[in-house]
């Protein structure tokens, strides 16, 4: 069981060191031995200072930066309000909206791509990160719809009367004491989500390809030309790429462990 | 004084009508106890009265007030649940002192309050625990204070004790109890167990499916049970119930006589084998056939009697009640 655990990580694990060690060296020794570690003839930070030099690199990454957060932070709120009304009130068409939103999980928001660019044209939108924020929203919006509201019927039904005897509103109980008992699941939607928006180049590219409103992955095409690809510029903006995505990963990860494991070990 | 009245309560949940036409009136500082086999309704009617559940016609008024309109919390009751309800992320403290937090109370009467209750019921040096660190009988005991703390004009209770072990169930019972006397406000408890109902209660209301079959003390519910369902529910073991046409074959009426109002006579009436015999120490329960029909029959003190013999009962006639066939007293 571990032996198969531990080869699958090696194999899903190697693409990502390759990249890393060849962001370390030469371009001939890339091309050479592309798998052998960087050693003293081999090394060289080219990549890197190409990348850094380039300038926009930073404002690349906050862009990036930018459209992640805030996309994260809206679907958690729209996501965890909407589940929380789904279970918690009964009003008429609740089911029927339940299905109504978990249906995005089954269509790919691309399939509406040439629509979403129309509209993004006639609201003013195209170039803008609200642009990316708003398709992203609404890209993570029923998977996270759908997992908040399975986690939020597992909250005691005593526990909210006993917060309503209490005297706290519908929002206080939301806020104080429902979301910080599905802190678990919103970490699991957090990873998700980001993961899929930090490493988009579909919709950086077709709604917001200004130089002021690329994210990193656009960022890091332009190394990549139709003739000649600038191997050791993407090699090390790639590797750069992947840092924060494993900063905050492993900061949900305590959290996205529980979540994916409770109710299974109580 | 009324402490609580409901006039012509009634709840439907979708088509199906699960309490009907309840009226209930509740003195001051009366303990009363819905007492009921599952699903009759006595947790819909306590949510009722809580205002978590609203009835779909009728009115509710406590202290004169009528409160079918309001929120639960301008209700001036407090509420303790089964499971405990307790808010896993504070600390024992923090559970009680919430409510009147947001009853923007002041510091001092928090503390105060938190320090009389903590004190009344044993917590004082589990303030700074979490609901996780403690065991059921506390978790229990930290629901009953978020209760007290509020200094409610009624106190309601849903199946407090059903979550805990034979043991501290009684114990818990006994502070219940003395909880009641100390604080003597109106108390309003709903349970299953007719031994708590017996125990706790100045009045017990018996529900079954949604209609209050009788209402009264302990006593005169076991004395004088209205219907073969009053009957049967309270006390345990519960009564025996025979067809009197076994005894006069004129009779089409039922037949009721409590475990311990039966006696072994050589002389007596009922044939019946010994099919098991469990010893208490201080009861022995005979469980015996008589024909194809189980009867119990409660003797104090200890006997030793052979299982499958053959014995024969007698009861004293003026302990017996009958029933006619819709389950009436006759």
């Not at chain 1, 708003?134 to 399975?150: N, R």
């Not at chain 2, 299953?192 to 529900?207: C, G, S, Y």
């Not at chain 2, 046409?245 to 050589?266: W, Y």
Request: proline share 4%.
């Amino acid at each position: 069981m571990h032996g198969a655990l531990i080869l699958y990580t090696l194999i899903a694990l190697f693409p990502v060191f390759v990249i890393v060690i060849n962001s370390f060296k030469k371009r001939k020794s890339i091309f050479r031995e592309p798998l052998s570690l960087p050693d003293a003839g081999s090394f060289s930070l080219v990549g890197y200072e190409t990348v850094l030099k380039q300038g926009e690199f930073f404002s690349y990454f906050q862009n990036s930066m930018i459209v992640t957060v805030v996309s994260l932070f809206f679907i958690l709120l729209f996501g965890a309000m909407a589940a929380f009304a789904l279970s918690e009130y009964r009003f008429p068409g609740n089911k029927w909206m339940g299905l109504y939103l978990a249906l995005g999980i089954m269509i790919p928001i691309r399939i509406g791509t040439v629509a979403i660019l129309e509209l993004m044209v006639s609201t003013g939108l195209v170039n803008t990160l609200t642009a990316l924020i708003l398709v992203y929203i609404a890209q993570g919006l029923p998977l996270a719809v759908f997992i908040l509201s399975e986690f939020m019927h597992q909250v005691s039904d005593d526990l909210k009367n006993a917060a309503r005897v209490d005297g706290l509103s519908e929002y206080t109980i939301f806020f104080r004491i429902v979301l910080p008992l599905v802190r678990p699941a919103m970490a699991t939607v957090a990873v998700f989500n980001m993961i899929p928006i930090w490493n988009d180049l579909w919709f950086p590219l077709i709604l917001a390809p200004a130089e002021a409103t690329k994210t990193l992955t656009l960022g890091s095409q332009v190394f990549i030309g139709q003739y000649v690809t600038n191997w050791n510029a993407v090699l090390s903006a790639l590797s750069m790429a992947i840092l924060p995505v494993l900063i905050l990963y492993v900061i949900f990860s305590r959290q996205l462990i529980r979540g994916i494991t409770s109710g299974a070990v109580k | 004084m009324i402490a609580l009245s409901l006039n012509g309560v009634n709840k439907y949940f979708g088509k199906t009508q699960v309490l009907k036409d309840i009226d209930i009136s509740i003195e001051d500082g009366e303990f009363v106890v819905f007492v009921g086999p599952s699903g009759c309704g006595k947790s819909t009617l306590l949510r009722i009265i809580a205002g978590l559940e609203d009835a779909s016609s009728g009115s509710v008024s406590i202290a004169g007030q009528d409160v079918t309109y309001e929120a639960p919390s301008k209700r001036g009751i407090a509420m303790v649940f089964q499971s405990y309800a307790l808010y896993p992320h504070l600390n024992v403290k923090g559970n009680m002192s919430l409510a009147l937090k947001q009853e923007k109370q002041s510091k001092d009467v928090i503390e105060q309050r938190i320090a009389k209750a903590a004190q009344m019921l044993n917590l004082e040096s589990y303030l700074n625990r979490f609901p996780s660190e403690l065991s059921g009988g506390q978790r229990q005991r930290v629901a009953i204070g978020r209760a007290i703390v509020r200094e409610p004009t009624l106190f309601l209770f849903d199946e407090p004790l059903s979550n805990l072990d034979a043991a501290l169930r009684m114990n818990t019972r006994l502070e219940i109890a003395n909880l009641h006397k100390q604080l003597a406000t109106t108390m309003v408890y709903v349970t299953h167990d007719q031994t708590e109902a017996m125990t706790l209660a100045d009045k017990i209301v018996v529900l079954r499916d949604g209609v209050v079959e009788q209402t009264g003390t302990p006593m005169e519910l076991y004395n004088d049970p209205r219907n073969q369902f009053v009957a049967g529910f309270l006390g345990a073991p519960s009564m025996n119930f025979l067809p009197a046409s076994v005894f006069n074959a004129t009779d089409d009426r039922t037949l009721g006589v409590r475990p311990e109002d039966l006696f072994i006579d050589e002389a007596g009436p009922i044939s019946a084998q010994v099919n098991h015999v469990e010893q208490l120490g201080g009861d022995t329960n005979l469980i015996v056939r008589m024909d194809e029909r189980q009867l119990t029959l409660r003797l104090f003190g200890q006997h030793h009697i052979a299982e499958d013999s053959r014995i024969r009962l007698n009861f004293a006639n003026e302990k017996a009640y009958y029933f006619d066939a819709n389950g009436n007293r006759a």
